[in-house]
């Protein structure tokens, strides 16, 4: 994609492609690509309140209570007169209390009673229970990249026509079964929404947002380039558009050293010594916490030039044409490929007094927006580059969760290790081969980081 063209242009011309299908196509389905902080949830936003609008009744589907809960509240900010349903589990506190705050806003366990509403949101899981004579003339479907195709059988008689709005380079659709017996055929059920969708219903209408509004100028194109390689994206912001400041030095440690480098690159790669380790690699914890520690210590700023795109998070005025936010740990994220890792990374933030800081598995940070982030990184330390380790989408959701910078911690070797460990998974009749592989993206992170490497060695 030209660097060119205006990205709001771009983002507008692509949005009104997308609602003219939508609204007035002929097509029972649209299919949307969307990359990381391209507007998604905007856009579906944007397609339900238009839809109600038109007089044409909608459900909306998404994967998770979060998920739910905050298409809910942007619907109710977007359009504070517009009634909107949440459709609820019956366990105790079924959704976020903020929600109560939106008198526009009807919650109920019961599909019934919310029934004459032009918008109800709620997940798949719960509109798999919903047994209804009559159909939703629409239905918007979210994240359906992450949607399995039985979780979209089981609730596509309920509607008529669909939008599907999604990425498609995160994490494929997790399930606790294997499902290597149904691999290649057409009624795959562990295959994503999309791509059954997709393979039954080759002719639908395709599009995608081409304008990531989260990733800076420094992130797009490495992000772009590893894990879109057939539908390329480019940043809202230009170079220097993001900047990154602290307001105390650096005190010439190697933790100061790679978070100067991140201020000033976008990236920073702090390298341990080469080392088979334990999954929860006690010096690699240890200088994840130590780096958060230090970039909360150092009082740093985060500086956005005003743009046409989408923005979330709060801002101040600060100089002309630049929102400034303090650094705060709210907007710092730990990311991690195992839930133990994770774990051991909050309880050595707790041992050096760091609080409200994010740590959790790619899994979790899926869909999440932080101004930095630092990530362990998959295959640190390991002995071998399983399956797991290798995923595409795991690295993606992990170096893509930033709006500033990203500092990833990983020992040396692992470029080593990964031509010394080539895929040795079945080769399966009739599935589509995904690219591009975890090898081939980890090769190219890596390589990119390269030049912002600072070497660490633990006392």
């Keep these: 994609m030209s660097g060119d063209a205006d990205p709001g242009e771009a983002a507008a011309r692509a949005t009104g492609a997308i609602l003219r299908d939508t609204l007035h196509g002929a097509h029972r389905g649209v299919v949307v690509d969307s990359p990381p902080g391209a507007g998604k949830s905007t856009l579906v936003v944007r397609a339900a309140r238009e839809l109600a609008a038109a007089g044409r009744p909608l459900m909306v589907v998404a994967q998770t209570n979060a998920q739910v809960d905050d298409l809910v509240h942007r619907l109710a900010l977007a359009d504070p007169e517009l009634p909107v349903g949440r459709l609820h589990s019956s366990d105790p506190e079924p959704y976020d209390p903020v929600l109560d705050q939106h008198p526009s806003v009807r919650t109920s366990a019961k599909a019934d009673a919310l029934a004459g509403l032009d918008i109800v949101v709620s997940t798949a899981a719960k509109w798999a229970w919903v047994k209804s004579d009559t159909r939703w003339p629409h239905a918007i479907i979210d994240e359906a990249y992450q949607m399995r195709s039985d979780a979209l059988l089981a609730v596509a008689g309920l509607f008529e026509r669909a939008l599907f709005v999604g990425d498609p380079g995160q994490l494929d659709p997790f399930s606790q079964v294997g499902a290597e017996q149904w691999a290649g055929l057409s009624y795959d059920p562990s295959a994503s929404a999309v791509t059954t969708l997709l393979g039954h219903n080759p002719d639908l209408p395709q599009h995608r947002l081409p304008v990531s509004w989260r990733l800076p100028a420094s ?135 760091v609080r409200d800081v994010t740590v959790d598995t790619a899994n979790r940070l899926q869909g999440r927006e932080f101004d930095v982030t630092v990530v362990l990184h998959p295959l640190s330390g390991r002995p071998d580059a399983t399956a797991f380790h290798l995923e595409t989408g795991r690295l993606c959701v992990l170096t893509s969760r930033h709006r500033h910078a990203c500092v990833v911690v990983c020992r040396a070797g692992v470029p080593e290790l990964l031509d010394e460990h080539p895929s040795t998974e079945p080769v399966q009749l009739g599935v589509t081969v995904k690219f591009p592989d975890g090898w081939e993206a980890n090769h190219a992170v890596l390589h990119h980081l390269s030049p912002h490497r600072v070497r660490y060695v633990p006392t």
């Design 219 to 353: 992130a797009a194109p490495l992000v772009s380039k590893a894990f879109y390689p057939y539908t390329p994206f480019r940043s809202g912001t230009g170079d220097g558009d993001r900047t990154l400041t602290f307001g105390v030095p650096g005190d010439g440690s190697a933790e100061d050293a790679v978070l100067d480098e991140a201020a000033a690159a976008g990236w920073g790669l702090l390298e341990l010594p080469a080392r088979n380790t334990p999954r929860t690699d006690p010096e690699a914890v240890a200088a994840v916490a130590r780096v958060v520690r230090r970039l909360l210590a150092r009082e740093g700023t985060a500086g956005s030039a005003r743009t046409g795109g989408a923005r979330t998070g709060s801002a101040r005025a600060g100089g002309a044409g630049v929102d400034t936010t303090p650094l705060t740990a709210d907007r710092v994220a730990v990311g991690t490929a195992h839930r133990d890792q994770a774990a051991a990374v909050r309880a050595a933030l707790a041992d050096l007094g």
